[in-house]
């Protein structure tokens, strides 16, 4: 479900990700709900959740900005979204 809703809003946000990247995004999304088993990074674990108020937003920056061949960092946010 996690994917299906990740792929489903990518549109909105004028994103066409390749499927690797979107596994990848997945599978991050998938670790860090694992990983919060034994430590409190979120109080959103569903699919539907991660995929759309973690992933989906954090990939709202780059509908903002023009970050090709631009490095970035994110600093202090808990489970790693921005």
């Given at each position: 479900?996690?994917k ?35 430590m ?23 509908s ?7 490095s ?11």
């Amino acid at each position: 479900m996690m994917k299906e809703t990740l792929t489903a809003g990518l549109p909105a946000l004028g994103l066409d990700l390749d499927e690797n990247r979107i596994d990848t995004l997945v599978a991050f999304g998938r670790a860090m709900v694992k990983q919060n088993e034994v430590m409190n990074l979120t109080g959103i674990t569903d699919d539907r959740g991660v995929a759309n108020l973690h992933l989906l937003d954090s990939l709202t920056v780059l509908s903002c900005a023009d970050l090709n061949g631009k490095s970035i960092i994110d600093v202090g946010c808990g489970a790693g979204f921005p």
